[in-house]
């Protein structure tokens, strides 16, 4: 029988073009005031699939996808399993006082991973119910950009220029395994986190006939330190008749709260700008020197469950972050422990031996909810919706039903904060992801 010749795409031209295109996005930045506070903006830890669907992933597991949040679902994997996803994010942030509006643009690669099974898929490993997999992975956790400056007079004699500046963020490598024993999966994570955490004040009076100097107070904390997370789920099958109408998976999630080892340099210096580059020249340097201390970040727990038939699957999730045990060297920020409430569906069109490609396409949708874990200005309550798709990668020669590659893309838009906040920000994620699976990595008994 003749196959489909649609949508065939060469995967090693699409890896070479992921690779350049990792440089060009890493570069971009964005403006976000509520990012000075933490460890800055969240970076939705969600698979790109899952994104789609309001970010559900306690209860969800599949045989062609990593959902890196629940690493019990890697015993699910059957084929090695390359996972790329990036985002480019349109961000708009609304001030009353001033009034004011402000659009920034950013991107970046969501993760990077690779999973494969150890044991599973095959006669012997199907007879004792045992599956067991790996994964090992690189992703960004938060991100810190900021650039805000402030005009104001003091005892209406000098006008006095504030700038406020920030960057950095955290990110993430690890390596997880998952093991499934019957219906019960449990599964954890160990990797390394690291980042850096930089921001400035620089401070420039206004006046005709008096030259102050320039004045800028900056540190930079880099953190590492080791990570650990946890997972499980429990497969439940639904029957009717002897006959399986549907799979209850339940799952839960977790981290406990840990040190992270950190160094601070601490600047105090007065300066002047290039009149070649525009960039600031140290004048003279009033205070400098490097203080060791820690971050501690909270423990987080999420929980909940999917339901899944030959066509639909609908989950719900509940995440808690203990952030009122955040400290930074020991000190309190404006920060304040969160939870976070998902709800998502997919639906599949197809019907046994369908020819069709639309009819392989998966249709996701969902929505998410829950205060900020930031309160700089006081409650900052989120909610976002989610569409998403997947489009499997059509092969030649190659049938619907062993397609294990497939492009999932996800649009996200949220809101954080109301009425009640001086600044309000609108969110637009697009978000791309590519589980790659089939060609690359199954060697055909038959070429």
């Known amino acids: 029988m003749q196959s489909v010749n649609i949508m065939m795409i060469p995967k090693r031209k699409l890896f070479i073009l992921v690779l350049f295109a990792l440089p060009l996005i890493s570069l971009s930045q964005e403006n976000s ?20 669907m309001g970010g ?14 629940n690493p019990a679902s890697y015993s699910k994997l059957v084929y090695a399993t390359l996972d790329i996803g990036a985002q480019v994010d349109s961000r ?68 006095l220029s504030t700038l406020y500046e920030g960057s950095g963020g955290v990110n993430e490598a690890f390596v997880g395994t998952g093991v499934q024993i019957k219906n019960f999966s449990f599964g954890f994570n160990g990797g390394y986190l690291f980042g850096n955490k930089s921001y400035s004040t620089r401070l420039i009076f206004i006046n005709d006939t008096v030259n102050y100097l320039k004045s800028n107070s900056a540190t930079q904390t ?41 160094s601070q340099d601490v600047l105090r210096e ?52 203990n952030w009122d045990n955040y400290r930074f060297y020991e000190q309190k920020d404006s920060v304040k422990s969160n939870w976070t409430a998902k709800a998502g569906f997919q639906y599949l069109p197809a019907r046994i031996n369908s020819r069709k490609y639309s009819q392989y396409i998966k249709y996701r949708a969902g929505l998410f909810f829950g205060p900020d874990y930031i ?23 190659a049938f619907y039903e062993t397609q294990y590659s ?15 906040n001086n600044i309000r920000e609108n969110i637009l994620h697009i978000s791309v992801g590519f589980s790659l699976s089939d060609i690359w990595f199954i060697r055909h008994p038959y070429q």
């Open 270 to 321: 007065t300066f002047t700008y290039n009149a070649t580059t525009g960039n600031p020249d140290r004048l003279d340097s009033v205070f400098d020197k490097t203080q060791n201390g820690s971050i501690q970040l909270p423990s987080t727990y999420g929980a909940g469950f999917t339901y899944q038939n030959e066509h639909w699957l609908v989950g719900v999730d509940f995440e808690t972050s």
């Open 33 to 52: 005031p509520y990012s000075r506070y933490g460890i800055g903006n969240l970076v939705p830890s969600e698979n790109i699939l899952n994104r789609g």
């Open 92 to 159: 708009t942030v609304k001030s009353i006082n001033p009034a004011g509006k402000f659009t920034s643009n950013n991107a970046i690669i969501s993760y990077l991973q690779f999973g494969f099974p150890l044991l599973g898929g095959n006669k012997k490993a199907i007879q004792k119910n045992i599956q067991w997999g790996i994964n090992l992975g690189l992703r960004p956790v938060s991100k810190i950009n900021y650039k805000i400056e402030k005009d104001s007079r003091i005892s209406n004699i000098d006008s």
């Open 406 to 420: 497939v492009m999932n893309i996800a649009l996200e838009y949220g809101s954080r904060g109301n009425s009640s």
């Open 222 to 262: 880099g953190i590492g330190g080791l990570s650990f997370n946890a997972g499980i789920q429990y497969a439940i099958q639904l029957k009717k008749r002897d006959t399986v109408k549907g799979i209850l998976r339940i799952g839960a999630y977790g981290n406990l709260q840990k040190k992270y080892g950190a």
């Open 56 to 69: 559900i992933s306690a209860g969800y597991a599949d045989p062609a996808t990593i959902n890196f949040m």
């Open 375 to 397: 309160v700089a200005d006081k409650k900052l309550p989120q909610f976002g919706v989610s569409v998403g798709v997947g489009l499997p990668l059509k092969l030649k020669r």
